[in-house]
């Protein structure tokens, strides 16, 4: 519906009086009128005056169509926006306070609505944002580190992860996927999914490692361990990827990002741990032999 007739978000500015009268109502149309010709996400206002205008008189206009605009001295006029991410209800809440306070409004004033109550929702998880990724390399690093009780077999894993997490927001810019409270919390989920598969082949390494050489121990890696990691990606992919046949824009690119993401973890798995895990086991020896 969005798509046809536009969006159907809705700031409600709410303006304090000493008496709803002919100059104040005059006076809000005007200040109305003014954000519309300012704002280029928002389409159109709602307000009294109509009403008044058509019952000729506020004091005629019937109470159930009244009170949804005026409430003793108060009134409200609804602004419809066609803002649809976190970034453009913030900033369009943000630009409404500043053109109500160019324009002057003699009393007090508040814009709400449900793009504010998710302008101040999605702030606080952009905040936490850090917090939560940090926390959640946290937690894996140290159950890596009570696994495998060595710190180069523990951050291998998480360096092939890192590398995808920052290719999926260089996709989330290129593909124009608008952040939402959502897609915030996509870093944690990326690492408690995608690690897996880093750390089925980094097993599988370690144990061929006792055997073979490191050349000979990636590829049986990959080779014993590709086809099950493989098909548990496989199987992921197809869970989140249903979420992109939804018709609700924010589970649709979520069902993208995870899609993107699992198949970048498994490449990752594939193709960066045999790296780290070389690279590393060969700085490893030049330190010993300098030593």
Do not use: C, H
Request: aromatic share 10%; charged share 20%.
């Amino acid at each position: 519906l969005e798509e046809l007739v536009g969006g159907q978000t809705i700031y409600t500015l709410v303006l304090e009086t000493d008496g709803v009268d002919p100059r104040v109502l005059e006076k809000s149309r005007d200040l109305a009128d003014y954000i519309l010709s300012k704002e280029e996400l928002i389409y159109k206002y709602d307000a009294v005056n109509p009403l008044v205008e058509t019952y000729g008189g506020l004091e005629k206009v019937p109470e159930a169509q009244l009170s949804r605009y005026v409430s003793g001295s108060t009134l409200a006029i609804n602004f419809y926006s066609t803002a649809d991410s976190q970034e453009e209800y913030k900033s369009t809440l943000n630009s409404l306070y500043k053109d109500i306070e160019f324009y002057g409004w003699d009393g007090e004033y508040y814009v709400t609505g449900q793009p504010v109550v998710y302008s101040e929702l999605g702030s606080i998880m952009i905040d936490s944002q850090t917090t939560m990724t940090l926390v959640a390399y946290v937690g894996i690093l140290a159950v890596l580190l009570l696994i495998y009780r060595s710190l180069r077999k523990a951050i291998v894993p998480l360096l092939a992860i890192t590398s995808v997490i920052g290719i999926m927001n260089l996709v989330m810019f290129i593909s124009g996927v608008k952040q939402t409270m959502v897609s915030i919390a996509l870093n944690s989920i990326v690492l408690g999914l995608g690690i897996d598969y880093s750390i089925m082949i980094t097993e599988r390494y370690l144990e061929e490692r006792q055997s073979v050489s490191p050349a000979q121990a990636v590829r049986r890696a990959i080779e014993y361990t590709g086809k099950a990691t493989t098909t548990s990606a496989l199987a992921t992919m197809g869970g989140f990827g249903a979420l992109m046949l939804s018709t609700f824009p924010v589970m649709r690119d979520f069902g993208f990002l995870a899609l993107v993401s699992i198949s970048l973890s498994l490449l990752a798995a594939f193709t960066v741990v045999p790296a780290f895990l070389m690279l590393t086991e060969r700085l490893g020896e030049r330190l010993k032999k300098s030593s």
